[in-house]
């Protein structure tokens, strides 16, 4: 348990005040989500949180969920890769097919709507890159909302009220499962 974590959680509920790094400790999240987090401005549980809804999977032997950055989401359907190799070949494998809706890596990066931003294949699938990139979109949607909160739901969907509000629940979910086991 983090030294301080009562006292910042009484805090936050005495004051009312619900910030999404409250309560967890630093080693709870890896140091490249901290970095990544910090050069764009964002508190880095909730991009953690986001890495975890959107690739986290159960790995090596402790059975502990962590995102894992060779996942690939392709029409609805996920794939995991043991792999930087296995996920490229099949992610040039479904693009050559036709995929186009296909999410990528640690921040699950849509392929349709972010080719732009993801660059090649091979790039997209670079855990530090895809992490920037999600980066990007998430602070591009935290410039819109003004609400970090609100900036998660846009980052999944953007035009979908609706479907923002459960992908938003979904991460709170994780960022309270992570925050309880400080």
């Known amino acids: 348990m983090c030294p301080a974590r009562g006292q910042i959680i009484l805090l936050g509920i ?34 953690y949180a986001i890495a975890m809804t959107e690739s986290g999977v159960g790995s090596n032997d402790d059975g502990v969920r962590r995102p894992w950055p060779w996942t690939l989401n392709v029409a609805g359907r996920g794939h995991v890769y043991p ?67 609100a900036g998660v739901g846009c980052y999944h969907a953007p035009a979908d009220t609706a479907r923002a509000e459960r992908y938003r629940s979904r991460v709170v979910g994780h960022w309270q499962r992570l925050a309880a086991n400080g």
């Open 14 to 47: 005495v004051l009312g005040i619900v910030w999404p790094t409250a309560g967890w400790c630093a080693a709870s999240v890896p140091e490249g989500y901290r970095v990544v987090a910090a050069e764009y401005g964002i508190p880095y549980t909730v991009l």
């Open 83 to 149: 792999s930087r190799e296995a996920a490229w070949e099949a992610l040039n494998t479904f693009i050559a097919r036709g995929e186009r809706s296909i999410d990528i890596g640690l921040m699950q990066v849509n392929w349709r709507y972010h080719k732009d931003k993801l660059g090649d294949t091979w790039q997209a699938l670079d855990p530090y890159y895809n992490l920037r990139v999600g980066a990007v979109i998430l602070r591009q949607c935290f410039e819109q909302r003004r609400d970090w909160w």
